[in-house]
């Protein structure tokens, strides 16, 4: 009961103290989990924008309903294709018309229908898009394939390159909220050691003296958990409506599974540094108990 | 009863804090502990609060040997001592109230008897009215008498004072003299280190003189 009251009478003695470091912790949470969701959503966004590539299997002319039901059904079969599509040469005919209604009197003065029949063959990923379309060309029934090669190596390379970016932003975000964590955690140790020496002086139990500064370093983190509750939500509403206005295509995964799974990876971690400081709080405290009180108190 | 008997400290370094002490302190006495700088008082009394154990010899307060002293019966020493120190050792981002209140808070006293009796102890000190004063606000003088405030209020059998007159002028040292010869009057065991010979000479008081670690000498002038 006396380490509660002390740790709250601690943190209102100094409460701009208590609140930038509080605040601080917290921007380093909401940063990393912010970091750490926005590397989701942008995989997600790019393998959105991967679907969107289509491989287009000219199919020979004449062929039957039955065969092209056949190929159609065997190219959904294969592991590497999303989905596809038969477009007849009635639906192409008129896809070209809505496209271009400029050449309406052109096509109206076609005596027959030029576009062949084709399968629009959307893959997985762009990145095995090649041999994809490799595949579908040794189909029987096909005569030719074709996609769009230069947008697929340039969408291969974006994808790489900001694979890589967000790694090592990720990375670094890790870094920063560890060493900016046991930063803050230090200085409250450090902040702390002649009052741990105090207490013993004073008579306090071990209990009393050893858990001075955890209790501290627990309430400053509550305080950020806080903090990170409240800013986290408001920061990822904000992050999702500017994501969804650069890419209304693009349908969000669950945005509260997401941002729930960053929050608690960020949690976690920030409980794993909170418990390493406890254990060297505690571990300084109990020296400073036991042999140290020369230097802590007497020669300080 | 404080007993030291052939008490050694050596350090890490090789270095004897103290070389085959033995000497007594009755109870209810007040004893100086004398010598120059470096002679090893301070070692004496942090042996004797068990900030340190001895290398060898034993230390007895009232027939308990302080180096068994661990966890819980460390805890229960300590709390029959109140300890002075030249720093103060007082925390100074706290009032003066916050920090005589220390020892009855972390004894789980409640907050009546804490204010009545930090009033009581203050009014002893003559700190009347420095309860809201900052710590960091006070003088030197002020300040040992808040640290004595701190010392006397869970009224420990044993006061250790190490130097508290060491930093303060003639007036503010016979202030702290006095407040200690009070709390002796009503039974407490006082033993003072102090390298002001004079003061020794002039309270007529037993004293047990130290000089290179060693005892020099004993008695009353």
Redesign the interface.
């Known amino acids: 009961m006396f380490t509660f009251k002390q740790t709250l009478r601690d943190l209102a003695r100094h409460p701009v103290r208590t609140l930038l470091v509080s605040i601080l912790i917290a921007v380093l949470m909401v940063a990393s989990a912010g970091i750490y969701a926005m590397s989701i959503d942008v995989r997600h966004t790019i393998s959105e924008i991967e679907r969107t590539h289509s491989v287009n299997a000219y199919l020979l002319r004449g062929l039957d309903q039955t065969s092209i039901q056949t190929l159609l059904e065997q190219m959904q079969k294969n592991e590497a294709v999303a989905r596809a599509e038969y477009v007849s040469p009635a639906d192409g005919l008129k896809k070209l018309e809505t496209q271009y209604p400029q050449f309406a009197s052109v096509f109206r003065d076609l005596t027959r229908n030029p576009i062949p029949p084709l399968i629009r063959v959307y893959p997985v990923s762009v990145q095995g898009i090649t041999g994809l379309a490799a595949e579908l060309r040794s189909l029987a029934g096909v005569q030719s394939v074709e996609y769009d090669e230069g947008s697929v190596q340039g969408m291969a390379n974006a994808n790489v390159f900001v694979h890589s970016l967000l790694l090592y932003v990720l990375i670094l975000a890790g870094f920063l909220f560890v060493a900016g964590f046991c930063l803050m955690a230090f200085s409250i140790i450090n902040g702390k050691r002649k009052e741990t020496a105090v207490l013993s002086v004073v008579g306090a139990s071990n209990l009393q003296v050893l858990l001075s500064t955890p209790a501290h370093l627990v309430a400053v983190w509550a305080l950020a958990s806080v903090f990170f509750a409240v800013v986290f939500p408001s920061v990822m509403r904000y992050s999702t409506t500017r994501l969804k206005a650069s890419f209304s295509w693009v349908t969000p995964e669950p945005a509260g599974v997401v941002y729930a799974g960053a929050a608690a990876v960020v949690l976690l971690a920030s409980l794993a540094c909170l418990l390493l400081a406890c254990v060297i709080a505690t571990v300084l405290a109990y020296r400073i108990d036991e042999e140290q009180r020369r230097e802590e108190t007497l020669l300080e | 009863m404080i007993q030291m008997l052939s008490v050694s400290k050596r350090y890490d370094d090789g270095y004897y804090g103290l070389r085959d002490i033995t000497f007594k302190v009755g109870p209810s006495k007040f004893v100086f502990l004398t010598g120059e700088s470096g002679a090893g008082k301070?070692t004496v009394l942090?042996l004797i609060?068990r900030?340190?154990r001895p290398t060898n010899g034993t230390i007895l307060v009232d027939g308990a040997d302080t180096a068994a002293a661990h966890?819980?019966s460390?805890?229960t020493l300590?709390?029959r001592?109140g300890?002075v120190?030249?720093?103060y050792?007082?925390?100074f981002?706290?009032t003066v109230y916050?920090n005589v209140a220390?020892?009855l808070?972390?004894?789980?006293m409640g907050k009546g008897i804490i204010s009545q009796e930090v009033d009581k102890y203050l009014d002893q000190v003559g700190l009347s009215g420095y309860q809201h004063r900052r710590c960091c606000s006070l003088s030197g003088g002020e300040k040992q008498r808040v640290a004595l405030a701190?010392a006397l209020i869970?009224k420990p059998d044993i006061i250790l004072a190490?130097e508290p007159t060491g930093n303060l002028d003639l007036s503010n040292g016979e202030k702290i003299v006095e407040v200690l010869h009070d709390a002796n009057r009503q039974g407490a065991t006082v033993f003072m280190a102090t390298h002001d010979l004079y003061l020794v000479q002039s309270t007529r008081l037993p004293f047990v003189r130290l000089r290179g670690g060693r005892k020099v000498e004993e008695g009353n002038f």
């Open positions: 301070s942090r609060y900030a340190e966890g819980g460390l805890t300590r709390r001592m300890m120190f030249q720093d050792m007082l925390l981002d706290r916050e220390l020892p808070a972390v004894r789980g701190r869970a190490d």
